[in-house]
């Protein structure tokens, strides 16, 4: 089993910055590609971004490239999302995920955090 826990949500201003953190814990950390999804209010679970095992390849919605960086640390067993230049639609639950085989699907993932809450003000 795998037990993800994300941090680092919270409020922040249009065009400022935050980073989340996901601490992974159960598992070799090493084995999973990790992934960053979001769930605004009244819609469906979105992917943001992925990074591979190694952290050699990464991967990013339209809407966040530029804007957002996913990184990996694996000796801390600990996936990031730096977000940057932040607008009032990246309000949302975010979501880490850890997946054998994750891309960009939700359904590549096997296990889920349980959110944590960025909320962009305008």
């Known amino acids: 089993q795998v037990q993800l826990v994300e941090s680092g949500g919270g409020l922040v201003q249009a065009g400022g910055s935050r980073r989340l953190s996901c601490a992974v814990s159960g598992r070799t950390f090493i084995r999973y590609a990790m992934g960053w999804f979001r769930q605004a209010p009244g819609q469906k679970r979105e992917f943001v971004a992925a990074?591979?095992?190694?952290?050699?390849?990464?991967n990013y919605a339209d809407s966040v490239k530029g804007r957002f960086t996913i990184s990996r640390d694996n000796v801390k067993s600990t996936v990031y999302l730096q977000m940057s230049s932040l607008k009032s639609e990246d309000t949302a639950v975010y979501y880490c995920?850890?997946?054998?085989?994750?891309?960009?699907?939700?359904?590549?993932?096997?296990?889920w955090g349980q959110g944590t809450q960025v909320t962009v003000s305008s």
């Open positions: 990074i591979s095992q190694s952290g050699t390849n990464t």
């Open positions: 995920a850890a997946g054998i085989t994750g891309w960009s699907a939700f359904d590549e993932y096997g296990f």
